[in-house]
């Protein structure tokens, strides 16, 4: 899910960036008469597509603390446990990546046209968040996952649920636990996000919660 945020917001930025390019450097545009200084409509241009920035980014921004507090409400698990470190270390990686380019992307459309105010607040606002969460994540141990008694629940730079209804297969390949549902509803669970320690209570866990009588488990699931 974070990478089809990602690709929206990407689809947003190019055309934004072009635009400041064509009114920061006032480009001659000969087909319409004017140049991008002057060209009509610019400033609601800039605060539309700044708008639908926001709104991709603070839905994507909802998903993530809406799961993280969901699955650090413990009591309610059967089983929970804060994900494997090197998980950590990517989320972190990636959160501080994406951050760097929304603040120099945030201050390149400010520093290249006045006008672009609106999404470069938006990119700017974005990449403090992603920082935010970052590091508010691992210091509180917040990046956790779960077992309910209906669903799988991940929660950290990405949000991963998995409900056990219409479960009718699980097998494991290579690194990846594949779910299969009923209807052709394929879904996968990366394994690295469990602690290595914590892969065999994982996995006793996962059992005990399915129905094995309408679940066929294979053979290479640990017991």
Known sequence: MNKFYNALLFLLF?????????VGLDVPLPFLHT????LPYKNEAFIV????????NVRRS??????MKLVNQI?????????????????LLYNYLEAFIMFFSALGLYFLADEAIVPAIVLFVSSIDEVFF?????????????????A???????????????LRRVSIHQQTLYFDFKDDLHMRFPIDLIPVESREDFF???ISNIDESIVYIENNIPR
């Not at 140049?35 to 002057?38: P, V």
């Not at 009591?75 to 989320?91: D, G, H, M």
């Not at 970052?134 to 209906?150: D, Q």
């Open 35 to 38: 140049t991008g200084a002057n």
């Open 134 to 150: 970052a590091i508010y994540g691992k210091a509180a141990n917040k990046f956790r996952l779960g077992f309910t008694s209906k």
């Open 204 to 206: 006793k866990s996962f």
């Open 152 to 166: 799988l629940l991940a929660g950290d730079r990405d949000v991963t649920v998995i409900y056990f209804k219409g």
């Open 62 to 67: 909802m998903r993530r603390w809406i799961a």
């Open 14 to 22: 190019v055309p934004t960036m072009l635009l400041a390019i064509i």
């Open 75 to 91: 009591e309610k698990y059967t089983w929970n446990s804060v994900v494997s470190k090197e998980r950590i270390k990517r989320v």
């Open 49 to 56: 597509l700044g708008i639908f920035m926001c709104l991709t």
